[in-house]
Every structure is written in structure tokens, then in C-alpha cells.
């Protein structure tokens, strides 16, 4: 299959899923994740019409993002070393991953300096997975109430992974859990005029449930790139 047929049928399906649970495809983003995808792939992706680029080492997105032909939307996915902050730069437009109080401190500083503002989700460990990043669902709250002290740093909502080996059944309760936590946030009015529009959720086996549980970016790789080796 071709990267452009695979991004069409992801398309398809995230549409499908939209709309069974009454949602509109168009609220849905796919973020093409291209971590260990060499860049001649990811410049096929880009020319099947592809802008949004999700990776996880600052150190791969450095040497990647200068070989495409064009400007793109990139994402920082996994987790972020404080130390490599300083290498990053506007052209990454959301970090999914802000998970504890020593990086919400290194974006502020590195922001004041450069002054850059960056955007965030907040990564949530729903499903306790010793093996996962993220902050407890209880410590969120007051996460997000200490992020208010940091203004270069703005969260539009909150991200998880799935557990490794969790059963559809139970993926699919994570996804619902952190639109619940979402919701009861959004009640709580943390943010006032800032509402945590977006879910970061779903990966190549599960997105099409995170749709259906309200997700608005998926993250998928490799069922747009084939698996990873
Ligand atoms: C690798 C990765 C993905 C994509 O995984 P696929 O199963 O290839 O879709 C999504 N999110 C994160 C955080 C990842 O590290």
C-alpha cells in the first residue's frame, strides 16, 4: 500500500467513526506520526497532502523537519527532556506531553528568552501504566492551577496513551475517562476563557474508538507508514 492510500483510508475511517458517534470528521485532526520514518517517506506523506507531524526525540524532529520541501505543523509526542527545550522553536506548534512541574518551568524560562509561547496538553496516565508517562488523573487539577503561574505556556487540553496489551474494550473506557476528566475540568472552569478543546488520543490500533470517545487529534504512524522495525 501506498502512504497516499493508507492516508486516504485513515481518512475514511476517522470520517466513519466521526460520524457514528455524531461528531464532524472535520473536528477530528490526524497527526501523522513520523518518528523513525525516514525522510523520503515523510516527504511522501507531505506530498499526499500531510502538514501535521508528530515526533517523539527533539533530536530526530531537528535533523527531519529541515529536509521537507514545505512548512509543517509539528508535534512533540513523547517525552520531553527539560535539557532539550532549548532546541526546540516555534515551528513546533503543540507538546503533548507536559507531565510534570520541572519541564512546565524549563518551556516558561526558554519561552521568556525566546520569547515563545508554547502550546501544551497535559499527559494523562488514565490507565496507570507503570510503564507510561503522564501525571495521576487526581494530580491534574492542581496541576493545571499551578500552570496559570506560567504564562508561556498555554494547555489546550490533555493527551494519553493507551495501556500496552489493554483490550478494545478497556482502551476505549481510557479514552472515555479523559473526556470525563476533561469535562470536569471544563465545570470546574480552570481556565476561564480557555476551554481544554482537545483530547490527544488514539494510535494506529485504536483511533478509530478514540473518535467515537471525542478525540480531536489522533496520533497515528504506522498505519500510514507501516511498522516501524
Ligand atoms: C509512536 C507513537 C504513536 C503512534 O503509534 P502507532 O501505533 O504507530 O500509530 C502515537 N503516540 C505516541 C505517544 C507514540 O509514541
Known amino acids: 500500500m501506498s502512504i497516499a492510500k493508507n492516508i486516504e483510508e485513515v481518512k475514511q475511517r476517522v470520517a466513519a467513526a466521526a460520524e457514528r458517534s455524531g461528531r464532524k470528521p472535520e473536528d477530528v485532526a490526524i497527526l501523522a506520526v513520523s518518528k523513525t520514518v525516514s ?34 505543523a509539528w ?35 526558554e519561552g521568556d528568552k525566546r520569547r515563545i509561547k508554547w502550546n501544551t ?21 492542581d496541576f493545571l492551577k499551578v500552570v496559570k503561574e506560567y504564562p508561556n505556556v498555554r494547555v489546550h487540553g490533555l493527551m494519553t496513551i493507551g495501556a500496552f496489551n489493554a483490550g478494545p474494550a478497556e482502551t ?11 469535562d470536569d475540568l471544563q465545570r470546574k472552569g480552570i481556565f476561564p476563557g480557555d476551554t ?30 507501516g511498522h516501524r522495525n
Open 121 to 141: 496538553l497535559v499527559q494523562v496516565n488514565v490507565a496507570r501504566d507503570e510503564a507510561k508517562a503522564g501525571l495521576e488523573t487526581d494530580e491534574v487539577i
Open 39 to 72: 525522510a523520503d517517506r515523510v516527504i511522501e506523506a507531505y506530498e499526499a497532502g500531510i502538514r501535521a507531524f508528530g515526533e517523539n526525540k527533539v533530536q530526530e524532529w531537528q535533523d527531519k523537519h529541515v529536509l521537507l520541501p514545505g512548512e509543517c
Open 172 to 182: 476505549k473506557g481510557y479514552f472515555r475517562k479523559l473526556r470525563e476528566i476533561r
Open 75 to 109: 508535534h512533540i509526542i513523547g517525552r520531553l527532556q527539560s535539557n532539550k527545550v532549548k532546541y526546540l522553536d516555534d515551528s513546533i506548534v503543540l507538546i503533548h506531553s507536559l507531565d510534570r512541574i520541572s519541564l512546565l518551568e524549563k518551556l516558561h524560562e
Open 196 to 225: 481544554l478543546p482537545h483530547l490527544s488520543m488514539g494510535m494506529s490500533q485504536d483511533y478509530e474508538m478514540a473518535v467515537e470517545e471525542g478525540a480531536t487529534i489522533v496520533r497515528v504512524g504506522s498505519v500510514i507508514f
